[in-house]
């Protein structure tokens, strides 16, 4: 087997625990609104924000990988309530963006960093693969501070295509200058991680946080892992 030469990861989900900074930044946004909000607590408008998503999808006929902007997915949540929502919708984006900012980078996943630094005096090259568009997630690599730990960020709208297509890791490949092997892929998702990498012949490493049984039906990744930091015995010196 080929020597090890690089370790690429996905980022949402993987470095950064975007579901818990959304659901952080969420209930701190409605707790500062309360009084312009229906009094049932933020769980429930939580909930009924994510699924005014799903309800917007249906209604006006878009893919899921083109998602609505936070602000109308704000005025649907006031409209469910009746609520007008010129004015209070802009308040709680703006409000949302500016907390979200704050509080990114303490989301950052626990050794992210320290893993990232270890790679390197390893030897490793580092890199992610992103969905999304560009300046979004150049953005986010900066305000999360991974951006001076990485010699590639491979970004699927630049390249034309989207994970799980194994083109896109295949150019992943291309960009390190590596055969298959020579690299391993970190990433939190079965369908999108896993299969994308695991097509373009890429060693796989799911990390499962959550303890969640691996799925049925999908390629079994080369090994599991629920803190990065177990990645590293995976690596060897």
């Not at 924000?49 to 878009?62: D, I, K, P, S, T």
């Not at 802009?90 to 626990?110: G, K, V, W």
Request: proline content about 6%; overall charge positive.
């Amino acid at each position: 087997m080929p020597k090890l030469k690089a370790v690429y990861f996905d980022v949402d989900g993987t470095l950064w625990d975007r579901a818990a900074c959304d659901r952080h930044v969420m209930e701190i946004v409605l707790q500062r609104f309360a009084e312009s909000l229906p009094q049932e607590g933020t769980g429930p408008i939580i909930r009924r924000f994510n699924a005014v998503f799903f309800q917007l999808l249906e209604r006006e006929h878009l893919r899921a990988s083109r998602p609505f902007s936070r602000l109308r997915r704000f005025e649907a949540l006031l409209e469910s309530y009746k609520i007008s929502p010129r004015g209070l919708a802009h308040e709680l984006n703006r409000t949302y963006d500016a907390t979200r900012r704050l509080m990114m980078r303490q989301f950052l996943r626990r050794d992210a960093l320290h893993v990232l630094k270890e790679l390197k005096r390893r030897g490793l090259q580092r890199g992610v693969v992103m969905n999304g568009q560009p300046a979004v997630q150049r953005h986010l690599l900066e305000t999360l501070g991974l951006t001076p730990h990485l010699d590639h960020s491979v970004l699927a709208d630049v390249e034309g295509f989207l994970k799980p297509d194994a083109r896109l890791f295949k150019r992943t490949l291309e960009a390190a200058g590596l055969r298959p092997k020579q690299m391993l892929y970190v990433g939190d998702s079965p369908l999108t991680d896993t299969l994308g990498a695991s097509r373009a012949g890429i060693p796989t490493v799911w990390f499962n946080a959550d303890g969640r049984p691996e799925p049925r039906g999908w390629p079994t990744p080369d090994f599991t892992i629920s803190d990065l930091s177990e990645l590293l015995s995976i690596v060897g010196t």
